[in-house]
């Protein structure tokens, strides 16, 4: 026995040795970490943690994430599972060339890499001697470049995974010439390019993933030599070209997936050959033509997404499906009359998605037995009200139905459907009370009923810890402003409603609202000091109620806002000189999250309506991050407008117009770089319009009309193009080109500063000149009507002076 022990003991001893990994791979890992190491900028927080046991002192066999075989005569590195290696706040680039060192494990069968935010492109080394390579995982960095041609040398490579990265494919001069680009830059990195045809080399592949990448043109031919391919993932490129018509040849595929493209034609019929697809990803895309009913006889289809096409469905066919589907996207795919039977016969069904159609008839009671987890009808003509046992199933999770015809009371069990998270019923034609037992869902996070006709007490909300996103607007509501919202909520419309009473000083207890939008409502009272507190604020609407007293100072307190809109109350008093420190309305925002952000669902946001040059207008809320706007138009603000309000360059819109306010228009305004839009309108404004105005290069709408504004309007920028006779109507004599008033001459200035040409009708327009087109248009204007002659050539700063007198 002992002797046993003995020659057991030593046998491990011999085995510890001899197994251990060869000393050059030890090295070329060590190598590897190194270079990772230094690559990072120490000064910012990252963890490498995952390679603490990459020490020279042991066994690289045993390492985290490295695996070596297991063949007792050699131990060498086979797998290395290299993903997500460093952690950080934000992701640290790396650069492509720490991969380098790799190249000598050449017993390497599987390199995950993914998810490092490695940049640059592939160094073509790397995978040369990597020959036994079978699974390539290189998901998820910023690779870019072209594919280098030695990875379609890795014969046995099973799995390749490039998705989402910034690659795109090689192009040639000669494939440029054919495809005619008009501009062909083969350096221009942004020039996508065509998946290599020596795709079709590694015939042994079975999944290829290339999805979110920047690979235009056609889908190679050589990827039907694939013919173990089971997954092919080419979503989001901009691939060109009709599916390929012998795609039906690769009958080991169980996932096609080609959606976000620019695919064209139709349905290839070949598609029905493929016995084993489960997965059939087709939408947003420009096909066309009917969908072929022999889709539904695919017996191992689960998942079709056909949405967001040119298709075309036969409503006169009677399905009877031989698949039985897990998802079903038909939307925009012109269905009309009721909501099809035959999706009755899926069972598993547990996202269905036919908005943009044009359905009619009731929400059918079977669609409500289906228990579906997403369920998305928007944009149809649906009608009746919704059955109560929708609201009973264990699955529900996102419903949406805006703009259909639905009315009557939403279900009193509403609140029995615990998990759903995503509520949408605008632009419908739903009434009375929302049901108290909504506040029984724990997980819903957006509610959306604007554009109906609710009416009554708004239950409350606070048992819902989650729900962020609020929009009662455009309803029936009345009493006073309720405070009955979660904590998370950030996002919260009530206007146009009948909401009265004072602003709720408690609103502040709402410590994450990002957008309060009580617009068109009977709000009376003043605002209160408290608002200040809201530091998260980004958009506040008060536009058309009955505030009155003043504008706080502290309002400067609002850091994020972006958006002030209270218009069309009764405010008074002066503009706080401090208005002009909101921060938000100065530097051009760059961090904010837009509303839709938080969502990563298929829905459309309600528009925020504001005033928008002249008319109402949506600002989308896709893109509201990028709009700052100050509107204190129709109030009863007196005083002198601010200089401080020229520190917000951020502003595209300022509107101060039907007030009170007096003295002269700031020069400062010349400082708000971004306005393109400004109104001053009806107050009672004097002296001249300062010249600092034609600095403002975006502005396209001006009205500075009803003042008791006098002297020459400024030439120069955009001010030539601002020759709208009635945004300079009813002032005190006010003169200039724009419309076509000469100023008279000043005889308190003699000539002596300006050179001779000055006298010329291009010098007097001067500064114009660097911005044409709209000093242009208005001199042939001038020239065709004639009035030339009638007008002297003028001086600009005789008649800045006389404006002074
Ligand atoms: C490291 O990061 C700091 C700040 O993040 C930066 O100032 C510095 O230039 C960076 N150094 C290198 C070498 O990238
Ligand atoms: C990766 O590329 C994207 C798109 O160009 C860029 O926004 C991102 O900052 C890059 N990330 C790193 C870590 O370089
Ligand atoms: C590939 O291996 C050979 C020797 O086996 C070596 O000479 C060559 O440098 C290696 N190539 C790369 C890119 O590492
Ligand atoms: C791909 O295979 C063809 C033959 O089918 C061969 O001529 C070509 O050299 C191969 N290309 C690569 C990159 O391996
Ligand atoms: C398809 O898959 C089957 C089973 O997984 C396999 O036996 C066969 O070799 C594969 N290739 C082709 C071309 O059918
Ligand atoms: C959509 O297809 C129809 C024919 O079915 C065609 O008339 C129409 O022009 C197509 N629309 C687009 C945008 O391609
Ligand atoms: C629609 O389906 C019906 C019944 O299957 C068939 O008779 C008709 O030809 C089809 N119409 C089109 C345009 O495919
Ligand atoms: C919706 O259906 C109703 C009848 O149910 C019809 O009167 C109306 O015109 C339809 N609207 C649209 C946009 O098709
Ligand atoms: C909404 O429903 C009411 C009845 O409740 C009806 O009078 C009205 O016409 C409906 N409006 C629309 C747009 O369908
Ligand atoms: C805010 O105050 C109102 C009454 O003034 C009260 O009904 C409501 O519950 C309060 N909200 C919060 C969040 O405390
Ligand atoms: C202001 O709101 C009232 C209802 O409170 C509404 O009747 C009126 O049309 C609104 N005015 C404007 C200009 O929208
Ligand atoms: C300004 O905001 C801070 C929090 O950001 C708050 O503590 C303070 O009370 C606010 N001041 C006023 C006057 O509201």
């Given at each position: 026995m002992a002797e046993l022990r003995l020659l057991l003991f030593s046998l491990s001893i011999l085995f510890s040795t001899s197994l251990c990994c060869p000393d050059d791979q030890k090295l070329a890992l060590l190598h590897f970490k190194s270079s990772l190491l230094d690559s990072i900028n120490s000064s910012t927080q990252y963890s490498l943690?995952?390679?603490?046991?990459?020490?020279?002192?042991?066994?690289?066999?045993?390492?985290?994430?490295v695996t070596c075989s297991s063949r007792s005569n050699s131990r060498k590195v086979?797998?290395?599972?290299?993903?997500?290696?460093v952690l950080a706040e934000q992701p640290i680039p790396i650069p492509s060339?720490?991969?380098?060192?790799?190249?000598?494990?050449?017993?390497?069968m599987l390199l995950d890499i993914s998810s490092n935010y490695i940049v640059g492109e592939?160094?073509?080394?790397?995978?040369?001697?990597?020959?036994?390579?079978v699974h390539l995982d290189m998901m998820q960095n910023n690779f870019s470049g072209s594919i280098p041609p030695?990875?379609?040398?890795?014969?046995?490579?099973q799995y390749l995974d490039m998705s989402s990265n910034l690659l795109k494919g090689v192009i040639s001069k000669e494939v440029g010439s054919l495809l005619n680009l008009r501009v062909l830059k083969l350096?221009?990195?942004?020039l996508g390019g065509y998946?290599?045809?020596?795709?079709?080399?590694?015939?042994?592949?079975?999944q290829l993933n290339l999805r979110s990448n920047n690979f235009f043109g056609m889908i190679p031919?050589?990827?039907?030599?694939?013919?173990?391919?089971?997954i092919l993932e080419l979503r989001d490129n901009s691939l060109s070209v009709?599916?390929?018509?012998?795609?039906?040849?690769?009958?080991?595929?169980?996932t096609l997936a080609l959606s976000g493209n620019r695919m064209t034609g139709g349905?290839?019929?070949?598609?029905?050959?493929?016995?084993?697809?489960?997965t059939l990803r087709l939408e947003n895309n420009v096909l066309s033509g009917g969908i072929p009913?022999?889709?539904?006889?695919?017996?191992?289809?689960?998942d079709l997404f056909l949405g967001g096409n040119n298709l075309t469905w036969n409503n006169t066919v009677n399905l009877e499906p031989k698949c039985m589907l897990a998802q079903l996207s038909l939307s925009s795919c012109r269905l009309a009359g009721r909501?099809?039977?035959?999706?009755?016969?899926?069972?598993?069904?547990v996202f269905l998605d036919l908005s943009r159609n044009k359905l009619e008839g009731p929400f059918p009671e079977w669609v409500a037995e289906m228990d579906i987890g997403s369920i998305f009808l928007s944009d149809n003509n649906l009608t009746g009200s919704l059955p109560?046992?929708?609201?009973?199933?264990?699955?529900?999770?996102v419903l949406a139905l805006s703009r259909n015809s639905f009315s009557g009371e939403?279900?009193?069990?509403?609140?029995?459907?615990?998990?759903?998270m995503i509520l949408v019923f605008s632009g419908n034609n739903f009434s009375g009370q929302i049901p108290k037992?909504?506040?029984?869902?724990?997980?819903?996070?957006l509610l959306d009923l604007s554009g109906n006709r609710f009416s009554g007490n708004i239950p409350d909300?606070?048992?819902?810890?989650?729900?962020a996103y609020i929009d009662f607007s455009y309803n029936e509501f009345s009493g006073?402003?309720?405070?009955?919202?979660?904590?998370?909520?950030?996002i919260l419309s009530l206007g146009k409603n009948m909401f009265s009473g004072?602003?709720?000083?408690?609103?502040?207890?709402?410590?994450?609202?990002?957008h309060l939008d009580l617009h068109d409502n009977r709000i009376a009272g003043e605002l209160p000091m408290?608002?200040?507190?809201?530091?998260?604020?980004?958009v506040l609407n008060l536009r058309n109620n009955t505030l009155e007293g003043s504008i706080p100072?502290?309002?400067?307190?609002?850091?994020?806002?972006r958006i002030l809109d209270v218009s069309s109350n009764n405010l008074s008093g002066e503009i706080p000189a401090?208005?002009?420190?909101l921060v938000g309305m100065i530097d051009?925002?760059?961090?904010l999250r837009s509303v839709?952000?938080?969502?990563?669902?298929p829905i459309e946001f309600s528009d925020l309506i504001v005033n928008w040059k002249k008319s109402k207008q949506g600002l989308s809320s896709h893109s509201l991050e990028i709009y700052s706007l100050l509107d204190l138009s129709k109030n009863q603000l007196s005083g002198q407008l601010p200089?401080?309000?020229?520190?917000?360059?951020?502003?595209k819109l300022l509107n101060i117009s039907y007030n009170h306010l007096s003295g002269k228009i700031p020069?400062?305004?010349?400082?708000?770089?971004?306005?393109e839009s400004l109104d001053l309108s009806r107050n009672r404004l004097s002296g001249?319009?300062?010249?600092?105005?034609?600095?403002?290069?975006?502005?396209?709408t001006l009205d500075v009309s009803n003042n008791k504004l006098e002297g020459q309007i400024p030439v120069g920028g955009q001010m030539d193009t601002m020759n709208d006779p009635n945004s300079y109507a009813n002032n005190s004599g006010l003169c200039g080109f724009q419309i076509l008033l000469p100023c008279p001459p000043d005889p308190?200035?003699?000539?002596?500063?300006?050179?001779?040409?000055?006298?010329s009708w291009f010098s007097w327009q001067g500064a114009g000149i660097g911005y044409s087109v709209g000093f242009f248009a208005t001199i042939t204007i001038i020239l065709v009507s004639g009035c030339i002659s009638r007008l002297p050539p003028q001086n600009r700063h005789r008649s800045h002076r006389r404006q002074r007198v």
């Open positions: 943690s995952s390679l603490d046991s990459w020490d020279d002192s042991s066994d690289c066999c045993h390492w985290d994430m086979v797998a290395l599972h290299l993903d997500s290696l060339m720490v991969l380098s060192p790799l190249s000598l494990i050449k017993s390497l592939i160094p073509p080394g790397v995978f040369s001697n990597l020959s036994k390579l030695q990875i379609f040398h890795l014969r046995y490579l350096d221009d990195n942004s998946i290599p045809e020596e795709i079709g080399n590694l015939t042994k592949l079975q031919s050589s990827v039907l030599f694939l013919k173990e391919l089971e009709e599916i390929p018509k012998d795609i039906g040849d690769l009958t080991n595929l169980t349905i290839t019929s070949s598609i029905q050959k493929l016995h084993k697809l489960e009913t022999w889709l539904f006889d695919i017996k191992s289809l689960k909501i099809p039977d035959w999706i009755s016969t899926q069972k598993d069904l109560p046992r929708l609201f009973r199933s264990e699955s529900l999770s939403l279900p009193s069990n509403i609140g029995d459907a615990i998990k759903v037992s909504i506040s029984k869902i724990y997980r819903l996070l909300f606070r048992p819902n810890a989650l729900l006073e402003i309720p405070v009955i919202f979660s904590q998370e909520t950030r004072k602003l709720p000083s408690n609103l502040t207890d709402l410590n994450n609202l990002e408290s608002l200040s507190q809201m530091s998260t604020l980004q100072s502290t309002i400067t307190n609002l850091t994020n806002l401090k208005l002009g420190d051009t925002p760059n961090t839709s952000d938080m969502f990563t669902f200089a401080s309000l020229g520190h917000l360059k951020g502003l020069a400062t305004f010349g400082n708000l770089e971004s306005l001249s319009i300062p010249r600092t105005l034609s600095k403002l290069q975006e502005l396209t308190e200035q003699p000539q002596v500063k300006q050179p001779e040409a000055d006298d």
